[in-house]
């Protein structure tokens, strides 16, 4: 029972990862409220620096507004689903620079945890 437990929140979870990548990529990624819905805990590591004025942790909406504006600009990040921590995750890039990994748990329109690494000293291993 356990096994098939942990099959099911792994297949979530990369189904999680793959909604939030496609949802990014679009032209407009308006998409992401309804990938992480109401819910969601954004826990943000940038290291030294703050994310316009916002602290570390946020909540529903505000934790999909602050992940769009440590992402940036839609056009210029590309999300990819990549293994984090052995688990399905995403990795941000722009100009094929990893700028942030995004850690998950949770399901489509119910993510629980977004812990987003975007801290360039922790980062130098995923270029």
């Known amino acids: 029972m356990k096994a098939a437990h942990?099959?099911?929140?792994?297949?979530e979870l990369a189904e999680l990862a793959a909604a939030l990548c496609e949802a990014g990529n679009a032209e407009c990624s308006s998409a992401i409220p309804e990938v992480l819905g109401q819910r969601v805990h954004l826990l943000v590591d940038c290291g030294p620096r703050v994310v316009?004025?916002?602290?570390?942790?946020?909540f529903g909406m505000r934790a999909v507004w602050t992940l769009?504006?440590?992402?940036?600009?839609?056009?210029?990040?590309r999300l990819d689903v990549c293994?984090?921590?052995?688990?399905?995750?995403?990795r941000a890039s722009r100009g094929g620079d990893v700028?942030?990994?995004i850690a998950?748990?949770?399901?489509?329109?119910d993510a629980r945890d977004v812990w987003v690494v975007a801290d360039p000293a922790k980062l130098g291993h995923w270029q």
């Open 6 to 11: 942990r099959r099911r929140a792994r297949r």
């Open 52 to 58: 316009d004025g916002t602290p570390g942790e946020s």
């Open 68 to 77: 769009h504006r440590l992402l940036g600009e839609c056009e210029s990040v």
């Open 83 to 90: 293994s984090v921590n052995g688990l399905p995750g995403v």
């Open 99 to 101: 700028v942030a990994v």
């Open 104 to 109: 998950l748990s949770g399901r489509v329109g």
